[in-house]
């Protein structure tokens, strides 16, 4: 891989291939065509090996591969991208999760419909947008309250009243909370990095990135 892409620093097996396109490209270092979700930020987890599975037409914001040649792929300009592997590579997903998704249990879902347990699981958190960066209203921050996040240590108040939302942060906590214990990701904000990441908080219309895993 190169430059066009951002290799997911995690210990995961050498046959499992992850990580995140930049502006430069990508999409042509893998392996084969990516078959993509209609991703609707909701909690909907399709499964590669599906019949029903209908590349661009399969609405779910979660994607789930099993066999060598399965390439998992969710798409994001802001939205945090998270990426999953069973430790012994027999198991790999792709989750799209917006704050809105993440807030309903995307996660959650994702994590249930895998065949691993979560403490044999892997996680790497891609590019998304940083907390200092993502303002939000009282609406998001209750939305998480209500699902139970906590939101003390993941909202702060900025001087408009409004809130700073730790996504990377919300994302963490909920997987630890399923037991997933090992994530990893290095927090890169996409909204700071322009000649690097789409932004669509920054740059409104805007193209978007490709998270992807699958095992080689």
Not at 11 to 16: G, L, T, V
Not at 173 to 185: F, I
Request: hydrophobic share 45%.
């Amino acid at each position: 891989m190169s430059e066009a892409c951002v290799i997911a620093d995690w210990p995961a097996p050498k046959s499992i291939v992850a990580g995140t396109t930049t502006r430069q490209g990508g999409v042509a270092e893998l392996p084969a065509a990516p078959r993509f979700l209609q991703q609707v930020h909701g909690v909907r987890v399709a499964q590669l090996d599906d019949p029903a599975f209908v590349p661009g037409q399969t609405e779910a914001d979660a994607v789930i591969g099993r066999q060598s040649g399965d390439i998992c792929v969710v798409q994001t300009a802001d939205c945090l991208p998270v990426l999953l592997c069973a430790a012994d590579g027999s198991e790999f997903a792709a989750v799209h999760a917006g704050w809105r998704g993440l807030a309903a249990g995307v996660l959650d879902a994702t994590l249930a419909r895998m065949s691993a347990q979560t403490a044999d699981l892997l996680a790497w958190l891609g590019p998304a947008i940083g907390q200092a960066r993502f303002e939000v209203g009282d609406e998001v921050r209750e939305a998480f309250a209500a699902a139970g996040f906590a939101c003390q240590d993941r909202f702060a108040r900025n001087h408009r009243g409004r809130w700073q939302a730790d996504l990377f942060g919300l994302a963490s906590d909920r997987l630890q909370a399923c037991g997933v214990a090992a994530v990893h990701g290095r927090r890169d904000c996409t909204f700071d990095q322009p000649d690097r990441y789409y932004s669509y908080r920054r740059d409104g219309a805007t193209g978007r990135l490709l998270s992807f895993v699958y095992c080689a």
